[in-house]
């Protein structure tokens, strides 16, 4: 369920999150929002620049869970990097689950992530966006309030 919120209309309330990143090779993966409250993922896009090979992404989600240790699951499907090119830059949108899928929840603690993959590639830089909603009024950091 969304805030309900009587001075913020409906595109107020959301918050853009990302990250910008230098040189970006095979194998590694870069925190991009740390949830700091309950949030809904609502849409995500991505642009590269200097693209060396085919490289391929991942948005993943580490959540601790008490008792049972940390556990990763992905959030969407693979992508390809799109390259900046004569008719300028070209934005990737993100492929997410479906509106309304329990992959698209954080919790307070989740830190989403971008994984690369691909073989020799590469890019020379990295931008992304996601853009999220908080899902309730109340909002706490780090268990204070």
């Given at each position: 369920m969304a805030v309900v919120n009587r001075t913020?209309?409906?595109s107020e309330q959301r918050k853009?999150?990302?990250?910008?990143?230098?040189?970006?090779?095979?194998?590694?993966?870069?925190?991009?929002?740390?949830?700091?409250?309950?949030?809904?993922?609502?849409a995500a896009q991505a642009a590269f620049f200097g693209i060396s090979g085919s490289p391929v992404y991942?948005?993943?989600?580490?959540?601790?869970?008490?008792?049972?240790?940390?556990?990763?699951?992905?959030?969407?499907?693979?992508?390809?990097?799109?390259?900046?090119?004569t008719s300028g830059l070209l934005p990737s949108g993100i492929s997410l689950p479906a509106t309304g899928s329990s992959l698209l929840n954080l919790?307070?603690?989740?830190?989403?992530?971008?994984?690369?993959?691909?073989?020799?590639?590469?890019?020379?830089?990295?931008?992304?966006?996601?853009?999220?909603?908080p899902t309730q009024d109340i909002r706490t950091y780090f268990g204070l309030v």
């Open positions: 913020l209309d409906a853009v999150a990302g990250i910008k990143s230098g040189v970006v090779a095979t194998g590694l993966t870069l925190p991009v929002v740390f949830a700091d409250q309950p949030l809904t993922i609502q991942l948005l993943t989600c580490q959540r601790f869970i008490n008792g049972s240790g940390a556990t990763v699951f992905e959030v969407g499907t693979t992508f390809a990097a799109r390259a900046f090119g919790v307070s603690g989740d830190v989403l992530m971008v994984s690369t993959f691909g073989s020799n590639a590469a890019v020379s830089g990295l931008a992304l966006s996601v853009v999220l909603l």
